[in-house]
């Protein structure tokens, strides 16, 4: 991923992977990926839930790559 990248916006959507009373989860737009990247760690903290980033290129981020990223 080029640097450039972590400065355009993303979306962030949430899953939850256990079962839920809320609605279905909802996409949040971020001014930076470095920004989405930021919620996406808090998300990874709670097992019930599985964050995917979808960049302003189209590329998706799964969780595994989320948390790779992270370490």
């Given at each position: 991923?080029?640097?450039?990248?972590?400065e355009?916006?993303?979306?962030?959507?949430?899953?939850?992977?256990?079962?839920a009373?809320s609605?279905?989860?909802?996409?949040?737009?971020?001014g930076?990926l470095?920004e989405?990247?930021?919620?996406?760690?808090?998300?990874l903290?709670?097992?019930g839930?599985q964050?995917?980033?979808?960049?302003e290129?189209g590329?998706i981020?799964?969780p595994n790559w989320?948390?790779?990223?992270?370490?």
């Amino acid at each position: 991923m080029e640097t450039e990248a972590l400065e355009r916006p993303a979306d962030l959507t949430i899953w939850r992977s256990v079962p839920a009373s809320s609605p279905l989860a909802q996409p949040e737009r971020f001014g930076t990926l470095r920004e989405a990247i930021a919620a996406a760690a808090g998300a990874l903290t709670d097992p019930g839930k599985q964050p995917w980033i979808i960049t302003e290129e189209g590329e998706i981020l799964s969780p595994n790559w989320i948390r790779t990223y992270l370490n």
